[in-house]
């Protein structure tokens, strides 16, 4: 099957089974490793992409769902300012151990701020909670994303 | 704290991996790299009768035993388990051959097709059955005083029994390894905390000398002791397919099948009796450890030992016997899991004492005070406590942090409050540390410093405490302190990265190895310093009648956890843990910090919701729905503090840390757990079901 959908910016076209996961999609045909897989059944948020905006577990989107929307990774992401900000942040915050969670989370943080830019100690916590960290304990993290609310302030 | 070695810094491998430029295995391409998948025993103990296979199209390989050109044995402790299965089975999961190829979708094909035809044996499930049996792999015992005599004295004497579960890893980033046969040397790269072993297994499986094998750490997303020793079992069957095939070879696990057969945290089962003399306190203690330590023994009889040494936890008991036993049952094998058997048996002690207490009428934390292990005291195995003890200004701390003086006499129904006391033996256990005697390289090379170790970087912060403490000696900018890349051809072998002994002991020969560099930095351009590892001559050890000094010295802790309990589902909700830790000197404050909350938080797991049960030797829970690991909705709200107290063989004073959180929030959430119910608690994990039982049947 042909999808047309637009990753990272470019628009792209590739021909692929449609019930093929856009985990495999990403990691093998555009080799966007920082995309990662850690359980492939939307348990831990290791994969997590923006659909039109929003954070998606890439391990759960067929091919079939991208056509016409808008895909953005880390790839594309780490370009932006509001990306400096929480790499600032969460550098400060020390959010991050071993880090193979952590763009799964950088992903969520950013799809949390652009729908609640000022996101209360809950609300974090709810926006996490589909996103497993083993080593930090997620406190941390928390602070990482308090800091960046608050320094990135008018970017979201 | 401006110039202090604690002030936090940037974390040196944080801005990759914050922005997914980091490479881990599975991210590394190699060029014509195959893929390979394992077919393992779906039986608990069988004997293999026959294996049939498809035939196999160009390009794809089935590699078993029979391709080992070397022993077919992991080296480890125990060198006992095979890389693929010899004529039998014994356990599910078991390894027995791959299948290798190009193309996952047609090896998974191929896998379907092979049929093993087995013949049933009589297997071994659970502890309890293996002690019936008397499956024992090792027994060991040790005693101080006169315990029996002791026990005629004793006006009272109280039995009791503890239980602890399963734990799962949940390393985030899954097990993988990729074996490289290349210019007649075997490369290894993979997801690993102790190089050298690694390379000793290849050594062993292939046969070769160890000039022609390379082990070369990948970035590793987490390992909690599960990459220990487990890698170098998935390394070695790489190694025999990539040179079988000539071309590299890549296995990267998914998590059902890492679950499956990967180690995990030893079950155990604590039996004590104690004899309370005429003023309630405990004088003689009698410890009966047992531990399942699945199919193979491995590593188990190091994890029994420290389990054994820990047992008393920060308490001088008079008169003491120690017995431990590793059985073998016909589960996964057990393995190394931060903590390294000590949060076992320390959550039975902790809960014992608070049990005597509270049976006792007297309020646990003033019983455990009177039982406090003091400087100069003879420790558990007859050693030395050579160093300053601040147990009581760690208590007073976490006291005033906690207000559980205040909250404890307010006692409600379903709303309660513990605590625990603890330490961590620092380093190897015995004579780890003098036989292993790792070594160091640091290497001046004009303005900068390059520094030679194997100690790896997993998450948490090897790399960045290890270069601060050469750079805050030579009062270098860290970016002129360089980590060389961990490949064993460029590396000396400065022990596996375990035991909590990064900071202490690798740390420490860096801090002297720095501190000679200083002396002589205007010398030459470039100078080479090389130190190994001296054990201190004061420290004496009895591998065989485990008499002396364990562990050169400890870490300490303290937590106190508040609870509420649903009184409906019985569900735990751990509002807040209050932590103080005594180690030494934090080499970095903020990402102790981090170390520490972590290591909370994965051990409230243990105690509260990871449950993971095995029901004929095949686990009820393989994936993270049915595993359940602490969420962000789940965590407490945390204080953490450290009270310092400078050892003088530890780099600017640090002692061990990163296994010390594993061993305190366990009995202190148990501790809040009984207190809110009103009820002894002897077993983890806390289950609603767990709890709702005992609370009815109290009532």
Known sequence: ?156 | MKDSISKPITRVDAPAKISGAAKYIGDIHFENQLFAKTVRSDKPKAKIVSIKTPSLPDGYYIIDKNDIPGINRMRTVVSDHPIFADDEVNYIGQPILLVVGPEREKIYEIVSQIKIEYKDESAVFSIEEAEEKGTVFTEYSYSKGEPEAAFHDAVKIIEDEYHTGLQEHVYLEPQGITGEYKDETMFIYGSMQCPFYVKGAIQDVLGWDSDRIRIIQSITGGAFGGKEEFPSLMACQVAVASLKTKRPVQMIYDRDEDIICSTKRHPSIVHYKAGLGKSNQVIVLNIDIIFDAGAYSELSPVVLQRGMFSATGVYNFPHLSVRGRNFMTNNVPSGAYRGFGAPQTIFGTEMLMHNIAVKLGVDPLKYKINHLIKRGDPTCTGGKIRDEVKLLEIIEKVEKMSGYRRKIERRKKFKGIGVSLFLHGCGFTGKGEATIKGKIILKKNGDTVILKVSSVEMGQGAETCLRKIVAHTLSLPMEKVICETIDTGLIPDSGPTVASRTTMIVGGLLRQASLELKDCWNEANEIEISKTYKHPDFLSWDDDKFVGDAYPTYSWGANVAEVEIDSLTYEINVKKISAVYDVGVPIDEKMLRGQMQGGIVQSIGWATIEVMNSSKGKLAQHNLTDYKIPTSMDVPEIACKFIENPYEFGPFGAKCAGELPSAGAPPAVAAAVSNALGIPIKSIPLTPEYLMEIDKHED
Request: aromatic residues 6%; negative net charge; hydrophobic residues 35%.
């Open chain 1, 1 to 156: 099957m042909k999808i047309e959908f637009i990753l990272n910016d470019k628009k792209r076209v590739i021909q692929v089974d449609p019930a093929s996961r856009l985990l495999d999609i990403l990691r093998d045909d555009f080799e966007l490793t920082s995309v990662k897989e850690g359980c492939g059944e939307g348990e831990c948020g290791a994969c997590v992409v923006l659909m039109d905006g929003k954070a998606v577990n890439s391990c759960l989107i067929p091919a079939g769902l991208i056509e016409g929307r808008h895909i953005v990774t880390m790839e594309g992401f780490r370009k932006t300012e509001r990306y400096k900000v929480i790499e600032e942040s969460f550098l400060k915050a020390g959010s991050v151990q071993c880090g193979f969670c952590t763009p799964g989370i950088v992903m969520s943080t950013e799809s949390l701020l652009r729908e609640n830019p000022l996101p209360s100690e809950e609300e974090i916590k709810e926006a996490l909670s589909g996103n497993l960290c083993r080593c930090t304990g997620y406190n941390m993290i928390f602070e990482g994303i308090k800091l960046a609310a608050e320094r990135g302030k008018g970017l979201w």
